[in-house]
């Protein structure tokens, strides 16, 4: 099969994006993993494939599929690249468009200076909905948002904050993300038996009450160079613990995020709102 595809990238997060708007399209697992791969394919973080709207409440549907060939709830980064997509594609005449997801429904909006804002949802924090297996432990007292032990590999442990943004997140505060042990540890918490479904492990430094560094150990991916949902995860974490204030800035190894959520002055089912680039890397054709 010859596919044409687009590559992009919102924060070094880099994607490949299938059109598949006019034309269903459907790949395999072992297809979208050679897609995926960086030697035997084009290479790339997530696979995104457009597709008409199964709903008459948005534009399109948004399917998301990691670099393992996993099918996901959600993708910030990959969300503010399809916008960008579908307006220089010429697939919509308007600059917001609302896409689904498999659990999310998200207003996608370009701004004039070139960035992309995303209402990326209301985070949920029930174990059932991240999911998370507390082991029996419940919060110490109702609506309580704490920390979670996890025992990894020799005897050691960390404790993160659980939650989700459509996909689940752990997310822990690190005194230097440098020295972040991100390679030893987003394996083992990313396939923790506390989490059914897998998650992804952030790893967050805060700078200020506004501005926090953070890597992020991808489900399905490893290591990327930005997560925009592990974003929206850390900073809603962060304030919910008190550490941060209601618009933060996060540094990335790839780019810069504004993170915006009132959930403290609006309550926790404000939507949490993204800001961040997206742009094109290259067009292109595999045979798969
Ligand atoms: N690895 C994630 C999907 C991609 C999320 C990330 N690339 C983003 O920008 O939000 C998961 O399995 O839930």
């Known amino acids: 099969m010859n596919l044409r595809f687009t590559k992009m990238q919102g924060a070094g997060n880099d994607v490949v994006v299938l059109d598949a708007?006019?034309?269903?399209?459907?790949?395999?697992?072992?297809?979208?993993?050679?897609?995926?791969?960086?030697?035997f394919g084009v290479g790339c973080d997530q696979i995104l494939l457009v597709e008409p709207p199964q709903q008459d409440d948005v534009d399109f549907t948004y399917r998301i599929f990691n670099a393992d060939g996993g099918e996901v709830e959600h993708c910030g980064n990959g969300a503010r690249c399809l916008v960008r997509f579908l307006v220089d594609k010429g697939l919509t005449q308007q600059r917001s468009v609302r896409v689904r997801t498999l659990n999310k429904t998200l207003e996608l909006s370009l701004q004039d200076d070139g960035r992309v804002s995303v209402d990326m949802g209301t985070p949920l924090?029930?174990?059932?909905?991240?999911?998370f297996d507390g082991g029996g432990l419940?919060?110490?007292?109702?609506?309580?948002?704490?920390?979670?032990?996890?025992?990894?590999?020799?005897?050691?442990?960390?404790?993160v904050a659980v939650l989700s943004m459509g996909?689940?997140?752990?997310?822990?505060?690190?005194?230097?993300?440098?020295?972040?042990?991100?390679?030893?540890?987003?394996?083992q918490i990313e396939g923790h038996a506390r989490f059914p479904k897998r998650v992804n492990a952030g790893f967050m430094q805060v700078l200020s009450?506004?501005?926090?560094?953070?890597?992020?150990?991808?489900?399905?991916?490893?290591?990327?160079?930005a997560c925009g949902t592990g974003a929206c995860a850390a900073v809603v974490a962060g304030i919910r613990l008190g550490w941060l204030d209601e618009a933060v800035e996060v540094h990335a190894r790839g780019g810069d995020l504004r993170i915006e959520w009132a959930g403290i002055s609006q309550g926790l089912r404000a939507a949490v709102r993204m800001i961040g680039p997206a742009s094109t890397v290259f067009e292109g054709e595999i045979v798969l």
């Not at 924090?125 to 999911?131: A, E, G, R, S």
């Not at 419940?138 to 404790?159: I, N, Y």
């Not at 996909?167 to 394996?187: E, S, Y």
């Open 209 to 225: 009450r506004r501005e926090v560094r953070l890597r992020v150990y991808e489900r399905g991916a490893g290591e990327t160079l």
């Open 21 to 39: 708007t006019r034309t269903a399209l459907a790949l395999t697992t072992q297809q979208l993993r050679q897609l995926a791969d960086r030697r």
């Open 125 to 131: 924090f029930d174990h059932l909905d991240i999911p």
């Open 167 to 187: 996909n689940p997140h752990a997310v822990q505060r690190v005194a230097d993300v440098d020295q972040a042990p991100v390679a030893l540890l987003g394996p």
């Open 138 to 159: 419940m919060p110490r007292h109702e609506g309580l948002f704490e920390l979670w032990p996890l025992s990894l590999a020799d005897s050691v442990s960390c404790e």
